[in-house]
């Protein structure tokens, strides 16, 4: 295993321990408490405890070298933890409306308020830096499971931020409503984001081209290491985890031979890998009769 996978699975195993033992500081914050609301923050830590196993699932299988059954590599697992994670955020929003609801037909005070909302603040920084790491890192080596990891943690924060300053305010107005009121708000935070988790992922599974500043990029590169072409066009992309697929079709003269093209396919494909992290490139080598433009266009412009 490089370097590189390496560190990916460490994260991901460290993001098991650690959601475990947030969880159970929020479930202890709870227990203190009595809060629906921080009740609610203890059921999305359960998430991220399940969340960060299918990550860790998904990052292993994503690593596996191409075999016969799967030609092009298995990049795509990552998608499916980030998928199952959006899943897991809804049911649990689904099951925060629930308590939240029932809850709100009855407020009561919280329980040893202080004490619980100490210890769901040392959860919360914890979880800060954490989501930070994995977020910085997942970028770093294209890894989807762990960015989606990180990105509903760091929300998982935001929310937790929001129930301790809206906790506050009710010990000290004496309004125990506001405590299945900030549940409810939780719930549909996470809702939200869990749609979000969702459909990035989707985009992902249903091969997604790349940004449009990356195939401008793309473009300089075959562009400024063609020379002796002709021509390209019908350039496609597509990402799929931390891999670049990238097609096209590269023009020459009829005359040109075998190996003279080899040289300026080899010469792209090593620019391109140069600048591109695990990229994959396919080029079709055409006569200059499959030209798109005119004939007598200089410089080898895309079609």
């Known amino acids: ?36 609301a921080l009740y609610s923050d203890a059921l999305e830590s359960i998430v991220n405890v399940i969340a960060a196993a299918a990550a860790l699932w998904a990052i292993r299988v994503s690593h596996k070298p191409a075999d016969e059954n799967h030609q092009h590599g298995h990049h795509k697992a990552e998608y499916f933890s980030a998928v199952l994670e959006g899943v897991l955020i809804v049911v649990a929003a689904l099951m925060i409306f629930a308590a939240a609801w029932e809850v709100l037909l009855a407020p009561r005070l919280m329980a040893q308020p202080w004490e619980g909302l100490a210890v769901n603040g040392l959860a919360s920084v914890i979880n800060a830096v954490w989501a930070t790491v994995l977020i910085r890192v997942g970028r770093a080596e294209r890894s989807p499971a762990l960015v989606a990891d990180g990105r509903h943690i760091m929300t998982d924060v935001v929310t937790s931020v929001g129930v301790i300053v809206g906790l506050v305010a009710a010990i000290y107005t004496g309004f125990a409503i506001l405590d299945p009121l900030l549940a409810l708000v939780v719930a549909a935070n996470i809702l939200y984001q869990g749609w979000q988790v969702i459909g990035s992922s989707l985009g992902g599974l249903m091969d997604q081209a790349v940004a449009t500043e990356d195939n401008l990029r793309i473009r300089e590169i075959i562009s400024g290491n063609s020379k002796g072409a002709l021509e390209v066009h019908d350039l496609k992309t597509r990402i799929a985890g931390r891999a670049t697929f990238i097609e096209f079709h590269l023009v020459v003269d009829a005359d040109m031979s075998v190996g003279e093209s080899h040289v300026i396919c080899d010469r792209i494909e ?5 600048e591109i992290p695990s990229v994959r490139v396919i080029i079709h080598v055409e006569p200059d009769d499959e030209a798109k433009l005119p004939k007598g266009t200089v410089a080898v412009p895309f079609a």
């Open 270 to 274: 090593d620019a391109l890998r140069a």
């Open 1 to 36: 295993m490089s370097a590189s996978k390496e560190r990916v699975a460490r994260l991901a195993w460290w993001s098991i321990l650690v959601a475990l033992f947030v969880l159970a500081l929020k479930t202890a914050a709870w227990w203190m408490t009595g809060s629906v």
